[in-house]
């Protein structure tokens, strides 16, 4: 198994700015799931991808956006970046006979300033 | 909506000793999963234990176990013979049976085993 990877780990941006943070979900795993953790909080739902198509968003504005390509690595993208988006943005991989069981990545870590 | 919520911000217990951690959630689905994940420094989130609500038994891992009370909402996980590698945050999760697999997050506990 490949495991979840995440990239970049640590990224610092200026609020107004665009953010694209990537992920490569396990081998064989056919769904993504986004989650932004504030500190000190749980994970918040931000969308889910399911071969390709978003399969459920969470309370999180149209500047969230996300992508999944056909081998399942997964884009999300932040415009118009603001002081509250500072948070771990984690990554989260699934295949659907498990229902609930993700496999994580180790996140990244987004200043805005 | 589904909420999970826990009650004990922190916990510390002595390495080998028992310790149970609290969470209860709120939710008017008949079917669905409850879940405890762990998430060390590293900030990977880890799968602990999986709980189907349909099921009576009580699901266990290992060291890792839980009491599950379904008509109390109630859902605790309990780590017996602790080890220096369980310090960690760990959350408790609620997924609905149907859908897509959005998980809900308590606010977690901040475990330390002191050696």
């Known amino acids: 198994e490949t495991g979840v990877t995440q990239s970049p780990t640590h990224l610092i941006k200026t609020r107004g700015q665009q953010v694209t943070l990537r992920c490569s979900s396990q081998?064989?795993?056919?769904?993504v799931s986004w989650y932004q953790q504030a500190l000190g909080q749980g994970p918040q739902f931000i969308f889910q991808?399911?071969?390709?198509?978003?399969?459920g968003r969470g309370n999180f504005p149209p500047r969230f956006s996300g992508l999944q390509f056909p081998n399942y690595s997964s884009e999300l993208n932040v415009n118009a970046l603001e002081l509250d988006d500072s948070a771990l943005y984690l990554c989260?991989?699934?295949?659907?006979?498990?229902?609930?069981?993700?496999?994580f990545g180790s996140g990244t870590r987004l200043t805005v300033v | 909506a589904q909420t999970v919520t826990q009650s004990q911000p922190e916990m510390s217990v002595q390495e080998a000793e028992t310790v149970t951690l609290s969470c209860t959630y709120d939710?008017?689905?008949?079917?669905?999963?409850l879940f405890w994940y762990k998430q060390p420094p590293s900030r990977q989130m880890i799968l602990v234990i999986r709980q189907e609500a349909y099921k009576q038994q009580n699901a266990t891992e290992n060291r890792f176990s839980v009491n599950f009370q379904k008509a109390a909402k109630s859902f605790s996980l309990k780590i017996s013979d602790s080890q220096l590698g369980d310090t960690a945050m760990y959350f408790c999760a609620f997924s609905p049976n149907f859908g897509n697999e959005k998980l809900t997050f308590g606010t977690g506990t901040r475990l330390t085993i002191i050696p």
């Open positions: 081998s064989g795993h056919n769904t």
């Open positions: 989260a991989s699934s295949f659907s006979d498990r229902f609930g069981v993700h496999t």
């Open positions: 991808y399911y071969r390709e198509e978003e399969n």
């Open positions: 939710t008017s689905e008949n079917n669905y999963y």
